[in-house]
């Protein structure tokens, strides 16, 4: 199992992902994801928690079941780290990477 928390900045929705690669099926990773965020839990409703690893993780950037239905449904915000977050959790769950936090930090300009 592996557990991610995102915190995407000034909204304060914070993002708690879970995943559990299957004892079954080689790629197949199942996901729950606890969220504050509006749209990323309509998200989940609507795709489910379990994805193919590959589908999810082996694609170009902004592919992928997540990034297609940010597209389409998502308010406009580019920025929002919560896809990658997911994308990330899925991928060490797989052994497609090696778990390793993320950050991105602001600096002050002087």
């Given at each position: 199992m592996t557990k991610v928390k995102i915190e995407p900045g000034i909204c304060k929705f914070s993002?708690?992902?879970?995943a559990t690669a299957s004892?079954?099926?080689?790629t197949e990773v199942a996901i729950k994801v606890a969220s504050g965020c509006p749209s990323v839990k309509?998200?989940?409703?609507?795709l489910g928690s379990t994805f193919d690893a590959?589908?999810?993780?082996?694609v170009k950037p902004g592919a992928g079941p997540f990034f297609t239905y940010a597209l389409k449904?998502?308010?406009v915000h580019a920025?929002?780290?919560?896809?990658a977050g997911i994308t990330k959790c899925i991928e060490a769950e797989a052994n497609l990477a090696?778990?390793?936090?993320?950050?991105?930090?602001?600096l002050d300009v002087e």
């Open positions: 993002t708690l992902v879970t004892e079954d099926e080689e309509k998200m989940m409703e609507e590959y589908e999810v993780c082996l449904n998502f308010p920025g929002c780290p919560v896809i090696l778990k390793a936090d993320a950050s991105i930090t602001f």
